[in-house]
C-alpha cells in the first residue's frame, strides 16, 4: 500500500488563492525539489524532517472526519509525492469536497490537466527572479492549464513584478486562468504592486496578501 509523507494536518483558514478567508483542512507533505530563498516552510522540505507516513485512504478519512469541505494539499512539493494520482483519484470522487493543491510551478502536471475532475484544482507558483528558482519554472505548464486553476506569481520587488508582466502578456494568462500576484511577506510593500497594477493597468490580476500571517506570528505552525 501507498504511504505519503504528511508532515503536518491541520484546520484553518485558506490565507491564500481563491478561497481566502474560508475554512480548509490542510495536508502538508514533506519534500521539494526547489529552495526558494523566502520559502517559510523549509522545515518541511528537508527529506530527513519528521513526519507521519498515511495512506490515501487515511487521508481521506482525517478529511472527512474534520467535516470541513475546502481541502487544500501542500509542502514542500504535494506533486513529487509517490503515487499522488490515487489520492487524487479518492479524493475526486467525493463531490463534496474542494480540492486546491499548492505547487511550486517547476513540476510538470499537463498529464494532471486532462484527468484531474472539476473538484480538484490548481494553484502553480511562478517564482520571480528574487525567489532564486525562476530558471527552474516549468513553463509548458502555462499551455495547457485549464480555467479552474490558478496561477500565482510570488513578488519581492520591481524586478520580481517587471517579470511578472512579462510572462502574463507572453502566455495570455488572464485568458486561461486566474492570476493573483503575491507579495514575498516584509519584502515588498503592497502598495507598491497596486501601483504597479495601476500603471500597467493590469485588469483580471488580483493582488493576494497572505492572510494568515496577519492574523498570527508569521512564523507559526499549523496554521
Known amino acids: 500500500m501507498e504511504r505519503f509523507s504528511v508532515v503536518e ?6 490565507g491564500e488563492s481563491r478561497r481566502a478567508g474560508e475554512l480548509a483542512v490542510f495536508i502538508r507533505f514533506r519534500g521539494c525539489n526547489l529552495r526558494c530563498n523566502y520559502c517559510d516552510t523549509l522545515w518541511a522540505c528537508d527529506d530527513t524532517a519528521e513526519c507521519e507516513y498515511m495512506s490515501a485512504e487515511e487521508i481521506y478519512d482525517y478529511i472527512k472526519a474534520t467535516g470541513i469541505k475546502n481541502v487544500t494539499l501542500t509542502g514542500g512539493e504535494p506533486m513529487l509525492q509517490k503515487d499522488i494520482d490515487k489520492l487524487l483519484i479518492i479524493l ?30 490548481f494553484t502553480v507558483d511562478y517564482k520571480c527572479p528574487g525567489s532564486g528558482m ?3 519554472m516549468n513553463l509548458q505548464n502555462f499551455e495547457s492549464i485549464r480555467s479552474a486553476d490558478t496561477i500565482k506569481f510570488v513578488v519581492s520587488d520591481r524586478n520580481d513584478l517587471d517579470s511578472m508582466l512579462k510572462v502574463i502578456d507572453e502566455y495570455n494568462l488572464t485568458e486561461k486562468c486566474m492570476v493573483y500576484v503575491s507579495a514575498v511577506f516584509g519584502r515588498i510593500e503592497p502598495e507598491e504592486i497596486v501601483e504597479f497594477m495601476t500603471e500597467h493597468k493590469l485588469n483580471d490580476v ?13 512564523d507559526k505552525r499549523g496554521v
Open 9 to 14: 494536518k491541520f484546520i484553518s483558514i485558506n
Open 92 to 121: 475526486g470522487e467525493d463531490k463534496e469536497l474542494r480540492v486546491e493543491i499548492e505547487t511550486n510551478g517547476a513540476v510538470p502536471l499537463k498529464e494532471y490537466y486532462a484527468s484531474v475532475p472539476d473538484n480538484i484544482s
Open 206 to 218: 488580483r493582488l493576494q496578501l497572505q492572510m494568515h500571517k496577519f492574523i498570527w506570528d508569521s
Open 134 to 136: 525562476e530558471r527552474t
